[in-house]
């Protein structure tokens, strides 16, 4: 079955630094791509997307691309700030149907 | 963006009773919403896909009879854990999607302890 994996976490990171958070997937067909960021106590939030290989999804600095060869879909930002710190979650869903199926989430811990 | 609500955000309860938690999609009609349960420093795991109108349908795994899903409206679908235990205690979280796009608003999730 469709499957997603995450680098294990927690990754830690000083203020300004790089990040890289890894995910990879399995599915049949051409699945969407997610990413959703659970900040301490709230719950879950879509951070960005990417439909169709060779999509970049954007949003507050952190970036992300659909990388059908390699079936990845990395998460990355330039440069980290003690307010990214959360739990960072890959998520695809193929087919017709809304069902995400998350990765185990990585969780950041930036310090300044 | 779309909003989805849950209630109620904690409960705690003593073994052997029922719990009911509600997701509501405020202002979009969700005909499917997702059910998901959180283990501690672990990912979502899907629990099963609630269906307006017809059964639920169950991820492998997970017992019908233990968790009663009930999606009475086009808003309103309930998560009942019955005859409840500790192991029972997590954090669910329901999600409603509006467009089938995939963009999926979750609710505030439900943090339910068995004692």
């Known amino acids: 079955g469709d499957s997603v994996t995450q680098m294990e976490g927690p990754v830690t990171l000083s203020e300004e630094a790089f990040l890289t958070i890894n995910c990879t997937y399995t599915?049949?067909?051409?699945?969407?791509l997610f990413w959703y960021v659970q900040y301490p106590g709230e719950g879950l939030q879509l951070l960005l997307k990417?439909?169709?290989?060779?999509d970049k999804g954007s949003n507050k600095g952190f970036e992300a691309t659909y990388r059908k060869e390699t079936t990845s879909f990395h998460l990355e930002k330039g440069s980290v700030q003690v307010s990214d710190s959360a739990v960072y979650f890959c998520?695809?869903?193929?087919?017709?149907?809304?069902?995400?199926?998350f990765g185990a989430g990585t969780r950041l811990a930036v310090h300044p | 963006g779309a909003v989805v609500s849950q209630h109620p955000s904690r409960v705690i309860c003593k073994s052997g009773t029922s719990v009911k938690i509600e997701c509501r999609s405020l202002?979009?009609?969700?005909?499917?919403m997702f059910w998901y349960r959180q283990f501690p420093k672990q990912s979502l795991m899907l629990m099963a896909t609630?269906?307006?109108?017809?059964?639920?349908?169950?991820e492998q795994g997970v017992e019908k009879d233990k968790f009663l899903i009930n999606h009475a409206s086009l808003t309103l679908s309930t998560l009942t854990v019955t005859s409840a235990h500790p192991e029972d205690s997590s954090f669910y979280i329901c999600?409603?999607?509006?467009?089938?796009?995939?963009?999926?608003?979750f609710g505030q999730g439900t943090r339910l302890t068995v004692v």
């Open positions: 999600s409603a999607s509006p467009q089938g796009d995939g963009k999926a608003f």
């Open positions: 599915a049949t067909g051409y699945p969407s």
């Open positions: 990417a439909t169709k290989a060779d």
């Open positions: 998520a695809l869903i193929s087919g017709g149907y809304n069902k995400l199926i």
């Open positions: 202002d979009f009609q969700a005909t499917t």
């Open positions: 609630s269906n307006e109108g017809s059964k639920a349908t169950y």
